[in-house]
């Protein structure tokens, strides 16, 4: 309890005095703890904040590769790695360790700030690939001229089939990978997103992607095909089989290693939907089978040499 009197100290002033206690020491030394705890708290998620924020930027400021730097590495042959690029090539002929390759995208960006490869060593050995398949095509069609099969053949196969496929393959798959398939709720333990989880696919990554995917596309059509052209060019119904068959695969492959190299953005989700086109291919496989007794199959492989040679 508390009481409280009045104590006159003349010409009508009076003193009031009251025995309420003063506030504990204690209690209010709890109180100020609390306060800073969690200034302290807060102090530490925006400092986090800040750190992933500055991380990004330096990141992407000092450590992200540009198509024109790109390019400017591929005369500096020193520079390139070949033996880890011919490792890639052999790992994505094996659909069990395709993954490897993207393992390495996952490390560069760890260590150097982006997914994308800054060394063309392997862009470099799939045009001379390419070439060295257009002279041995352009031989076995043996046209009316060697050199002009040759330049249309390689025309189509490097800047056609390869480079510009791949910028448009590139570009379509980065706008939907950017505009649908970031995973907006992935976040830290604080509840902050950090920006690796929101952060947009790189151009030159997607361009990767498509690299990849057309080793083992070029592996089936280029090379493999080639052994067998008197088999696949005739008019027999098992040349139609193989042919078709062989090329289902091809475009098959190169749908399936888009797919993982998309998948392995941790922050992308319903990367599935790269796999839609080997629908597609399945369904224009049946459809061609099913025609073929109509005679209204097509051998794919007799469709190419009409393209590439018979219509020069």
Not at 44 to 73: C, F, G, M, P
Not at 75 to 97: G, Y
Not at 194 to 217: G, K, L, Q, R, T
Not at 294 to 304: E, T
Request: hydrophobic share 40%; net charge neutral.
């Amino acid at each position: 309890m508390s009481s409280s009197s009045t104590v006159p100290m003349g010409d009508g002033v009076s003193i009031s005095t009251s025995n309420n206690p003063a506030p504990s020491s204690k209690s209010f030394a709890l109180h100020q703890r609390s306060n800073n705890v969690n200034s302290a708290s807060m102090g530490s998620v925006k400092q986090n904040n800040n750190y992933y924020n500055s991380q990004n930027t330096i990141r992407n400021n000092i450590n992200s590769i540009t198509v024109s730097q790109y390019l400017s590495r591929l005369t500096d042959i020193s520079q390139m790695d070949v033996q880890s690029a011919f490792d890639q090539m052999k790992s994505l002929l094996n659909p069990t360790q395709i993954q490897r390759v993207y393992k390495l995208s996952y490390y560069r960006k760890q260590t150097k700030g982006h997914y994308a490869r800054d060394d063309p060593a392997f862009v470099t050995i799939q045009l001379c690939f390419l070439i060295l398949s257009s002279v041995a095509y352009s031989i076995a069609f043996n046209g009316d001229s060697f050199w002009s099969t040759l330049l249309v053949f390689l025309f189509h196969s490097v800047i056609i089939n390869y480079t510009l496929v791949g910028v448009v393959a590139a570009t379509i798959g980065q706008s939907i990978a950017n505009q649908h398939l970031i995973n907006t709720n992935n976040h830290n333990n604080n509840g902050t997103m950090s920006p690796s989880m929101s952060e947009p696919v790189e151009w030159m990554y997607a361009f990767d992607i498509h690299c990849n995917a057309f080793f083992p596309f070029f592996t089936i059509v280029y090379i493999i095909q080639y052994f067998i052209l008197p088999i696949v060019l005739s008019n027999s119904f098992f040349a139609f089989f193989a042919s078709n068959t062989l090329y289902s695969m091809a475009f098959g492959y190169y749908f399936y290693v888009t797919h993982l190299g998309y998948r392995n953005l941790t922050h992308l989700k319903n990367t599935e939907v790269f796999l839609v086109p080997i629908v597609f291919v399945v369904f224009i496989f049946v459809l061609n089978l099913i025609g073929y007794p109509f005679g209204l199959g097509w051998n794919a492989s007799r469709i190419m040499a009409h393209l590439y040679f018979e219509s020069q």
